[in-house]
Nanobody, 120 residues
Framework: VQLVESGGGLVQAGGSLRLSCAAS????????MGWYRQAPGKERELVAA???????YYADSVKGRFTVSRDNAKNTVYLQMNSLKPEDTAMYYC???????????????WGQGTQVTVSS
């Protein structure tokens, strides 16, 4: 399975960005998909995840601001990020799992990452 992210960039605080992640390869093995982020000097953290059936999970820090969705026909998962804050600045990674769990997602596959920078 290959995961390719797009949509990162530089945005001012309060702005919006939409990340996309296209999956290819042995996609039949994928159940949960999600987005992680890692800021400099910090551990990678799960931001949002979505099951193949559409159930979602969000970290407390992004609830009400971020929305995760997926288009199974296009094998693509999205992360709509609104009301961005400087503390959202990080490298964002797409991930996919053969398991169905989302809150405690265990990725089998990772994308290469896309940088999101929010200026104050």
């Amino acid at each position: 399975v290959q995961l390719v992210e797009s949509g990162g960039g530089l945005v001012q605080a309060g702005g919006s960005l939409r990340l996309s992640c296209a999956a290819s390869g042995s996609i039949f093995s994928i159940n949960a998909m999600g987005w992680y982020r890692q800021a400099p000097g910090k551990e990678r953290e799960l931001v949002a995840a979505i099951s193949s059936g559409g159930s979602t999970y969000y970290a407390d820090s992004v609830k009400g601001r971020f929305t995760v969705s997926r288009d199974n026909a296009k094998n693509t998962v999205y992360l709509q990020m609104n009301s961005l804050k400087p503390e959202d600045t990080a490298m964002y990674y797409c991930a996919a799992s053969s398991l169905t769990t989302i809150a405690t997602m265990v990725p089998d596959y990772w994308g290469q990452g896309t940088q999101v920078t929010v200026s104050s």
